[in-house]
């Protein structure tokens, strides 16, 4: 499973602009609204802040994959944020957040939910990736980096 299938450029943040998890969420679900990929904002938010409850998704290395089910979604969706003054996501290793891959998944779809994950965590694993990430200038160059990377790891 390939990101850029549920990922698009215009779902893609550059620079967030939030210095708290709850503020990032609410920006990155703000955006996949306003980009018609969601319907119900609120749910979207009520269903991650539940997720967060479980214990946090900053995953480490600087990396927070916030994620979830909602009903009225067709596919997976995603949208991916960039801090690189960072943010607390009381992560498991204590060290701010920097890149924040938000996936939400049809609620009947466990399947295809935990592949997209772990098709994100492979390519996140890398350190050149990551960092290519944070150095990229603009949204463009975040967007090619991923499918470049992607391709990459296929080939």
Known sequence: MRITDFLDKDSILEELTSSTKEGVLRELVSLLAKNGKIKDEKRALEVLFEREKLGSTGIGEGIAIPHGKLPDLEGIVCA???SKKGVDF???DGAPVHLVFLLLAPENSTTEHLKALASLSRL???PHFRKNLLEAPDKEALYRIIVEQEEATEG
Do not use: H, N, T, W
């Open 80 to 82: 991916f944020g960039r």
């Open 90 to 92: 009381e992560s498991i």
């Open 124 to 126: 996140l694993k890398d």
